[in-house]
T-cell receptor, first 109, second 112 residues
């Protein structure tokens, strides 16, 4: 797996967009970028993943830079229920997902 | 709706006991995984299985074994529980190698 670097914590005002950055400068060509989140005392929840192109689903958008060395997860309208630890993972597939320490996102009323 | 269930949310066992943690998925997924999660260490992969009766060691397999006799069920076994195995245990499954993983709610195991 490529190593990923995320800020340990971030705050976001309720209703605003939350932009969570991730650095994966050593990512190789066949490795995807996956995002998961974990709300306190629950199992991790899959959010989105991508290889080269930007991706969007009902939960979030994933923006990957052209050189693929970094990405940003965007929650367009953060709610209090989005308070969680967000994990950015780079890997070639399910067998190779290494969860680091993630970013603790706090959504503030 | 996707569902991964684990046999217990909380479990307390004594040192030396044999412990079974069960995981069931109803999505016909090929791959299943066992992780443990400890404060400051993130999630660490113990074992995974890519087919019935097939298994591969993850990053920290020592002290654990697994069993997958049916596609939907993946068991984690602690042959002789020790206090350093006190942890949150998470099971997950995925359809194929590049697909996302779906996690169960976790089992918080305490070994005294």
């Amino acid at each position: 797996d490529a190593k990923t670097t995320q800020p340990p914590s971030m705050d976001c005002a309720e209703g605003r967009a939350a932009n969570l950055p991730c650095n994966h400068s050593t990512i190789s060509g066949n490795e995807y970028v996956y995002w998961y989140r974990q709300i306190h005392s629950q199992g991790p929840q899959y959010i989105i993943h991508g290889l080269k192109n930007n991706e969007t689903n009902e939960m979030a958008s994933l923006i990957i830079t052209e050189d693929r060395k970094s990405s940003t997860l965007i929650l367009p309208h953060a709610t209090l229920r989005d308070t969680a630890v967000y994990y950015c993972i780079a890997g070639a597939g399910s067998y190779q997902l290494t969860f680091g320490k993630g970013t603790k996102l706090s959504v503030i009323p | 709706d996707v569902k991964v269930t684990q046999s217990s949310r909380y479990l307390v066992k004594r040192t030396g006991e044999k412990v079974f943690l069960e995981c069931v998925q109803d999505m016909d997924h090929e791959n299943m995984f066992w992780y443990r999660q400890d404060p400051g260490l993130g999630l660490r992969l113990i074992y995974f299985s890519y087919d019935v009766k097939m298994k591969e060691k993850g990053d920290i397999p020592e002290g654990y074994s697994v069993s997958r006799e049916k596609k939907e069920r993946f068991s984690l076994i602690l042959e002789s529980a020790s206090t350093n195995q006190t942890s949150m245990y998470l099971c997950a499954s995925s359809l194929s190698r590049a697909d996302e993983q779906y996690f169960g709610p976790g089992t918080r195991l305490t070994v005294t």
